[in-house]
Each structure stands twice: as C-alpha cells, then as structure tokens.
C-alpha cells in the first residue's frame, strides 16, 4: 500500500509529507483548494507526464516521492530485481522535474527510465480518475482479471505449459528446417571439407604431442651432431689436423728417442713422460670409445623429424583456413560431418518433428479450449455480479458485458487463445463499448468501483486512488457509493476525493485540503482531521458556506458515536 507521500515545490505546495494506512482514506476540501494538486503529484511519481507548469514559480525544481510497502510476494519486486534494482520492505518512487519541464525519474534511489517508473506504479497503485483512466480501463488485464475471479488455476497453468511445449516444438522444427537449407546451399562446401578434413584425421591433443615430439627429436638431431663433431676430433684423419691420437703417439715416438742407443738397458729421462703419453692415449682411446656408443644409441632419423613437422603443420594450416583452433578441429570434423548427414536424413527428422509441433499445437489448442469454457462460465457470472451492483450506483440503466473473442493464431500466448475485453452501454439500445470511450467520468467512475468491488481480490495492484466518484450524485446513491467503498477498503487500500458527506463519513481517515493567501501568495496545506474538527468538516460538506446547528447533528449522525 501507499505509506507516505512527500511533495516539494508543485504549484502551490512548497512543502508537505503525508502519511498513509491501510482502509479507506479520504481527502475532502472546498473547490480550487488543491486536491488535484495532490492527485498531480502522485500520478507524477507514478509515470504521468511531466510539464514545466507543476514547478512552484520561483522554485528550481519540484520533486515527489510516494513509498509503497507491498506484500511479500508482489510482481513489483520481480520487476525491479529483473533491473538490478534491490528493494526490500519499501519501494520508492521519485520523480523530478526541472522548471525547463525536463524530469528524471527513480526507484530505490536508482535512476530509471519513465517506462519502467510508469510499469512499477501500475502494479502498485491503480488512478480511476473523472479525466485519467487507468487500470481496468486498460483491455490488456481483462483476461487476468476474469480468471482470478472465476477460472481455475489448474487450467491456466495446463495452458501456459501447453503453450511452452508447443513453441518448443515449433523452435525445433524451424531450427531443423534452416540447419537442412543451409546444408543445401553449402552442400558442395561441405563435401570438399569433410573429405579433406577425414583425410586430414585430426585427433584430440594431436598438436600438443607432435610439438612434444618435434622439440625430443630435435633436440636429439643437435645431441648426435655434437657427439659426430666430438668423435671427428678425436680420429682426425687430416694429415694438418692428425687428431690428438696421431699426436700423442708420434710424441711417445721422438721421447723414446732419448734412450742412449750405446746403452739399451739405460734409463731414459723422459720415461715419466712417456708414462703420461701412454695414460692420455689410454683415457684418449676410452672417450672414443664411449662418444661411439653414444653416437650409436643417439643416432636421430631425421625422416621422423619431418614427418612430425609436416603432420604438425598441416594441421594448423587446416585450423587457420577454418579460422579456429587445432584442437577445435576434430569438433569442425563432427560438425560439417553431421551438417552433411543431416542432408541424407534431415527429411525424415522434419517430419518426425512436424509431427511433434502438430501434437504439441493440437495439445495447447485443447487446453485453451477448456480455458475459454471456463471463461465463458465465469465471463456470465461476472456480469451478473456486477450488474447487482449498478443499479445502487445509479447505473441502473447501464450493462456491463464481458466479450471474448478468438485470437489469430499468431496472437496465441501462455494466458489463451482469448481476447476478452470489458464493455459497457450506459443506455437501453446502444452496443456496448470500451469502458474509457462509452462511459462519462462519473459513470465511469462508478462502473470503476462495481468492478472493483467485485475483481478487487483478484487483482495484484494493493491501492485504488478515485477522484470524485461520487460527482453529481447524493443521498442514497452517495451511501451506496461509500458503502462499497468501505467493502473494496477491507481487501486493498482505498484513497478517495470526494465532495461527497455520506461517502467522507465512511473514511478511515480524514484529510482536509485547503488554501491559504499570505503575503499576497497562494499554498496548499493538508491536515489530518480528527473528533471535532471532522465532525465540523463533515457539517460544511452537507451545509456549503455557513454551518449551521442542524448541519453538524446531521454530520454527528453520518459520523455515527465518537
């Protein structure tokens, strides 16, 4: 419901912060007082249009704030939530308006745009106004309406389930059919690809082992190319470059030249020398050794190496022509292989999903068939529940009709197959129409509440706003008026203008609206009334300029004991 509304610097309201409960609150005041000032700025917070003229002259901007406490649950807090906007136990609405006539609008302090500003008040806060008509005026919550008041909820569901499988269905089958066109057109494509990709033979993880291989294999290309030039160091069969063997063997050689030829059998002084040849050459021969067994153990095939490379390279020639991946080319693989079976068997699929969309349709149609017999039964018992309420409402001529009618197909939609609409004819022998364009504002007004007081449990929104429902009635039109607005208060929060005594005596609460003039300039204040000064206002309803004794034992009587 409504809790609080705060208004700054609008036409003649420089200041004022009102509070809400829930039942029926009325708002009562002398003509020009500025009671529409304060429906001008609700329906401001609530999305109406903004215009430079509501900024109060001399003000820089005018701003209004209404807060709101649905109940757990309510579609507003889904709205809001599906914006990223967080709410909680409260919602406020905030509208502000530049004296250029620019405004911006908020919830919960986050800016928004005035749609979505306009569709969270419209679940919050319905306006039956003599001028603005919004809420059950509007033909597309006609249907919701009926079947909150008399369908079961098991046969709305069975048809928005119905409604979701068939459209599946259909999403299939169109999938289907544009998957087997575009493998037509493609079908040459698809045949040259597939067959050098399958050629091709690409595998999961492929790249990553032939770079492993080609990285082990040449990095043993360079190992036996170092150990090849290691052992050609050694046997150098150059004769500029003997090798150290031939070296160290011909110096072994010119050092046993220095054993005395004279004496064989003496000691030659370069023996520990020799002694070290003979060792190097020894160690010498022992590294050849060695070099050759691992030349032999680590003799590369270099046609591995360039069978790896040419496999690896093939592969990310093929995944740069399809502009992806080596790894995602096994998936292409599959894919264009299944585009191009699709040809082969895409028919026989058509069809078994043709069957699946017609079964599904055929399922929907029958659920909506069940919904519009319910629709239809409950569509005649709306109107008879309503036309019980026109006559004490002095719409007594008047005749509510519920009309249905059958939807395109390309209109069908989880809620049915039906589009129902609310019509009215105000006199005997003229056609029902919609309720905004037959109905005066105080018919309409009127008409607003008999609905109302029959539809207001099924309808999400939790506050009603009238504006002067009870124009050009009195006496007991004006109690019946009341009296129906105080059954609508005890489901949802009511809050009413009226001109009306017998309707302002069934008020909750009491708000007076008034003007004052100082210093040569005009404001409007609200003051919440109680005991006396209601009774006094309730004496100058049913009196006009001067109250007299018998007006207030009349408002006294309307008021009922204090």
């Not at 496999?311 to 264009?336: C, I, S, Y």
């Not at 129906?484 to 609460?509: E, F, I, K, N, Y």
Request: hydrophobic residues 50%; aromatic residues 2%.
């Amino acid at each position: 419901m409504l809790t609080a509304l705060s208004i700054r610097d609008v036409v003649l309201i420089e200041r004022l912060d009102l509070s809400f409960g829930p039942g029926l609150t009325v708002l009562t005041g002398e003509t020009g007082a500025g009671k529409s000032i304060l429906l001008d700025s609700l329906g401001l917070a609530m999305g109406a249009r903004s215009e430079a003229g509501l900024v109060r002259a001399g003000a820089e901007q005018a701003s209004v704030a209404a807060v709101f406490a649905p109940p757990a649950g309510h579609p507003v807090y889904t709205l809001l939530a599906e914006q990223g906007i967080a709410a909680d136990d409260e919602i406020v609405l905030r509208r502000v308006v530049a004296k250029d006539g620019r405004s911006r609008a908020f919830a919960n302090d986050q800016p928004v745009g005035a749609a979505l500003l306009k569709r969270a008040a419209g679940l919050l806060a319905e306006v039956q106004g003599q001028h603005d008509q919004m809420g059950l005026a509007d033909p597309a919550g006609h249907a919701l309406l009926l079947d909150a008041f008399g369908v079961p909820d098991g046969l709305r569901a069975a048809v928005a389930a119905g409604h979701r499988a068939w459209r599946a269905a259909a999403a299939a089958l169109e999938a289907a059919r544009e998957a087997i066109a575009e493998a037509e057109r493609d079908q040459e494509w698809l045949r040259h690809a597939v067959d050098e990709l399958a050629r091709l033979a690409p595998e999961d993880g492929e790249e990553e082992r032939l770079a492993a291989e080609r990285q082990r294999l040449q990095q043993g290309e360079r190992r036996a190319a170092a150990i090849a030039t290691a052992l050609g160091e050694l046997s150098s069969r150059d004769r500029r470059n003997p090798g150290p063997a031939a070296s160290l063997r011909a110096a072994a050689r010119a050092l046993q030249r220095l054993t005395p030829a004279n004496d064989p059998d003496a000691a030659n002084p370069a023996a520990p020398a020799m002694a070290a040849l003979e060792r190097a050459e020894e160690a010498l021969a022992e590294a050849e050794t060695l070099l050759t067994r691992l030349a032999d153990e680590a003799e590369a095939d270099p046609r591995l190496l360039e069978a790896a490379e040419e496999r690896l390279f093939a592969l990310r020639a093929a995944a740069r022509k399809h502009g992806l991946q080596v790894m995602e080319l096994p998936a292409l693989l599959a894919t264009l292989r299944d585009r191009l079976a699709a040809l082969e068997t895409g028919s026989a699929r058509v069809e078994e999903l043709e069957r699946e969309a017609a079964a599904t349709r055929a399922s929907y149609a029958e659920a909506c068939s069940r919904l519009s017999e319910a629709r239809r039964a409950a569509a005649a018992k709306l109107d008879r529940a309503v036309a019980r309420e026109l006559p004490p409402l002095r719409l007594e001529r008047a005749r509510f009709v519920t009309d249905m009618s059958p939807l395109p197909e390309s209109d069908w939609g989880a809620q049915g197959a039906d589009a129902v609409r609310f019509l009215i004819a105000t006199n005997p022998g003229q056609a029902p129409g919609p309720l905004a364009k037959i109905a005066s504002g105080g018919e309409l007004s009127r008409l607003m509440l008999a609905l109302k007081v029959v539809l207001a449990g099924g309808s999400p929104v939790p506050t009603l706003v009238f504006d002067e429902v009870d124009s050009g009635i009195g006496g007991a039109t004006a109690a019946a008026v009341g009296e129906r607005l105080t059954r609508v208060a005890q489901r949802v929060q009511v809050l009413l203008v009226t001109h009306s005594p017998q309707v302002a005596a069934r008020g909750a609460a009491h708000l007076r609206v008034a003007k004052t003039v100082a210093k040569g300039r005009a404001a409007t204040h609200v003051q919440h009334l109680d005991g006396p000064e209601r009774r006094e206002e309730i004496a100058r309803m049913l009196a006009g300029e001067t109250v007299t004794a018998a007006a207030r034992a009349a408002a006294e009587s309307l008021l009922g004991p204090a």
